[in-house]
Structures are given as C-alpha cells and as structure tokens.
T-cell receptor, first 113, second 112 residues
C-alpha cells in the first residue's frame, strides 16, 4: 500500500538553528499537510498546501515556518530559528482530493535543546 | 467552530472485554469522521472513516464505529480487546479539503 514517508525520524538541534523536515507524499495526491504533536498533547494542524501554494495555515504557523515543494515529489517544512517549544512530533499528511482520506507519515521527532 | 471532544483521557480494560471510546464533535456542515490509532513513538494509522451512507462503519483490527447525527457522536467499539490494542486513539473531523481537527486522544491500557 502506498505510504507517506518522512525523514528524518528523529532530529536533535540546538535552539536558534534551522531545521528542514522532509516528506514524500503519496504519488497521486494533490493536497499536503503538516501537523504537529507536542508530547502528551493532541495533534494540531499547521498548514495545508495545494497547487504549489499554502491554502490554509493555523496561528501556530508563524513567520518562523515555511513550506515548499521543491520538486515533483518532496514536501518540506522549514523552521528558521528553532525554539525550545518547537520540540514535537511533526506529521506530514496527504490526500488525493477533497473529501478523500488523509494519510499520515510516521512522523519526525524534533528535539530542540 | 469545529471541535472534537474525547471525554475519556485514559481507559483501562481487561483483555477480552469489550471497548467503547467516546467521541463527540461540533461541526457546521456534514462531517467526515475518522478514528486514528497511535502506538508509542509511532505515526497515525487510520482505523476507519465515515463519509456518508451506512452509519455503522467497519475498520481494521476488528474495530467499528457508529455515527449518530442526533448525538453528534462517533463512538469507537471493539467486542473483544487484545493486548496489542493498547495505544492512543484519536477521533478527528473534517470535510471537503479542510484540515482535520483532532480530539485530545484517549489512551487505552489493556490488562491481563
């Protein structure tokens, strides 16, 4: 079964450093998402991306965050200057079209020290 | 505003016993409803989904859920729990191409 793949699975970074989390969505999917889950808390929406632009973003997704689809397969989340509170599991997700099931990747654990 | 409430933070059941995890939602339109399961340190795996039609939906691993519009609920059930079902369970709601809104999750512990 096709799946969403994410790298790295775990990254430790120093506060203030830039981090790029990578995702390969399912190949025929058109809608892409990033969610995050702070340890012990619920899964929160960050941003959605369609047709090479952000379609919706939450208040969490401030100027420190950016997303990009640099080629036909990858979908990246960049955090420019990480803060301690950015420590979380970041999930990439994709769906084929409106109303279709959203499939999630295994997540990338980000620890900011 | 869209919201999902999972009133039980933690549930413990005996292996072989039945299970019901509660989920209530608030949504302005006809919702699409989902249950995901997350094992420790793992990603989110889709258990089942409701889009339309039969209000009782079957999922993987023997789970089922029933959509009750009058109660704004989408409770997850399993007739006989296995130790491997111990995990965190998330209910989520969405529609169209809107992002999913998740509940806070219910942690399931299974005892012998």
């Amino acid at each position: 079964e096709p799946e969403v793949t994410q790298t790295p699975s775990h990254q430790v970074t120093q506060m203030g450093q830039e981090v790029i989390l990578r995702c390969v969505p399912i190949s025929n999917h058109l809608y892409f998402y990033w969610y995050r889950q702070i340890l012990g808390q619920k899964v929160e929406f960050l941003v959605s991306f369609y047709n090479n632009e952000i379609s919706e973003k939450s208040e969490i997704f401030d100027d420190q965050f950016s997303v990009e689809r640099p080629d036909g397969s990858n979908f990246t989340l960049k955090i420019r200057s990480t803060k301690l509170e950015d420590s979380a599991m970041y999930f990439c997700a994709s769906r084929e079209g409106p109303g279709n099931t959203i499939y999630f990747g295994e997540g990338s654990w980000l620890t900011v020290v | 505003a869209q919201s999902v409430t999972q009133p039980d933070i933690h549930i413990t059941v005996s292996e072989g016993a039945s299970l019901e995890l509660r989920c209530n939602y608030s949504y302005g339109a006809t919702p699409y409803l989902f249950w995901y399961v997350q094992s420790p340190g793992q990603g989110l795996q889709l258990l089942l989904k409701y889009f339309s039609g039969d209000t009782l939906v079957q999922g993987i691993k023997g789970f089922e859920a029933e959509f009750k519009r009058s109660q704004s609920s989408f409770n997850l059930r399993k007739p006989s729990v296995h130790w491997s079902d111990a995990a965190e369970y998330f209910c989520a709601v969405g529609a169209g191409n809107t992002p999913l809104v998740f509940g806070k999750g219910t942690r399931l512990s299974v005892i012998a």
